[in-house]
T-cell receptor, first 116, second 112 residues
């Protein structure tokens, strides 16, 4: 099976712009989670989608949003970019996203976003 | 919400030595504890995980122990090799769907 894929792999944007990142989960996986990774804060949970519904959201401002399509592919959007949004954005997929989170999450390679 | 503390932040060992990384968590409802290895420029890869109904789990040179009473869990790597050099993250997952709370990571350097 192909692993989790993310596009694009690298992005350079300027402050105030918006950006959309894409994640394709492993075939058959229905839960997609997004994380932001920075040197200072480590890996932080953004949100999780299952069957096109956001079930859980981390502590990020409303500029960060996402959605999931019927084929389980997911996108996240960041509007009005700030310098501090520069980070590696990782998505992870799991089979059914069971309550209690006891399923293995498989990570994609990430999208590295640089905001100038 | 859940909070995960991880120590040490850096760990240097000689090849063949053992390495131990420790994590504590705050939410007693957490019941799943994975460990991920991230090499430079690569995605985090699951190396081992443990669920709350188990106290210890081994996979070749890697083992994880869990103490639910004390709310801490540890990663043990024996006979370390240079290719074990990477950043290791512990995580905890509680009642929320597919939500992992990560520790800040441990950079492990294994010198030949």
């Amino acid at each position: 099976k192909a692993g989790v894929t993310q596009t694009p792999r690298y992005l350079i944007k300027t402050r105030g712009q918006q950006v959309t990142l894409s994640c394709s989960p492993i075939s058959g996986h229905r839960s997609v989670s997004w994380y932001q990774q920075t040197p200072g804060q480590g890996l932080q949970f953004l949100f999780e989608y299952f069957s096109e519904t956001q079930r859980n959201k981390g502590n990020f401002p409303g500029r960060f949003s996402g959605r999931q399509f019927s084929n389980s592919r997911s996108e996240m959007n960041v509007s009005t970019l700030e310098l501090g949004d520069s980070a590696l954005y990782l998505c992870a997929s799991s089979l059914a996203g069971l309550a209690g989170g006891q399923e293995t999450q498989y990570f994609g390679p990430g999208t590295r976003l640089l905001v100038l | 919400g859940e909070n995960v503390e991880q120590h040490p932040s850096t760990l240097s060992v000689q090849e063949g030595d053992s390495a131990v990384i420790k994590c504590t968590y705050s939410d007693s409802a957490s019941n799943y504890f994975p460990w991920y290895k991230q090499e430079l420029g690569k995605r985090p890869q699951l190396i081992i995980d443990i669920r709350s109904n188990v106290g210890e789990k081994k996979d070749q040179r890697i083992a994880v122990t869990l103490n639910k009473t004390a709310k801490h869990f540890s990663l043990h790597i024996t006979e370390t090799q240079p290719e074990d050099s990477a950043v290791y993250f512990c995580a905890a997952s509680g009642a929320g769907y597919s939500t992992l709370t990560f520790g800040k990571g441990t950079m492990l350097l294994v010198s030949p």
